[in-house]
């Protein structure tokens, strides 16, 4: 399985940019397909993920600014809305499946004050 990220960028803080993640290989019953950021110095965090059953989690720090779509099971985007020098990250795209979890190469997001 590859995860295939892409929409990085540098943008001004308000800004907006728009991640997309699509995945190829054959996996089955992916648990999970979400977003995960990691900052210089800090632990990878979830942004957004697609769960079992339709849900959908979000962090704190970016409920009502971004938005998690897909077109279908393999292919996610994250829509970012009023970025701020807070978002700045690499951004990692997931697939968990029941066997073992996938990650994406990331692309970087680069929010300026």
């Known amino acids: 399985v590859q995860l295939q990220a892409s929409g990085g960028g540098v943008v001004q803080a308000g800004g907006s940019l728009r991640l997309s993640c699509v995945a190829s290989?054959?996996?089955?019953?992916?648990?999970?397909m979400g977003w995960y950021r990691q900052a210089p110095g800090k632990q990878r965090e979830l942004v957004a993920e697609?769960?079992?059953?339709?849900?959908i989690t979000y962090a704190d720090s970016v409920k009502g600014r971004f938005t998690i779509t897909r077109d279908n099971a393999k292919t996610v985007y994250l829509n970012m809305n009023s970025l701020k020098p807070a978002d700045t990250a690499f951004y990692y795209c997931?697939?968990?499946?029941?066997?073992?979890?996938?990650w994406g190469q990331g692309t970087q997001v680069t929010v300026s004050s």
């Open positions: 697609y769960r079992g059953g339709g849900e």
């Open positions: 290989g054959s996996f089955f019953s992916a648990r999970a």
């Open positions: 997931n697939v968990k499946t029941p066997v073992r979890s996938y």
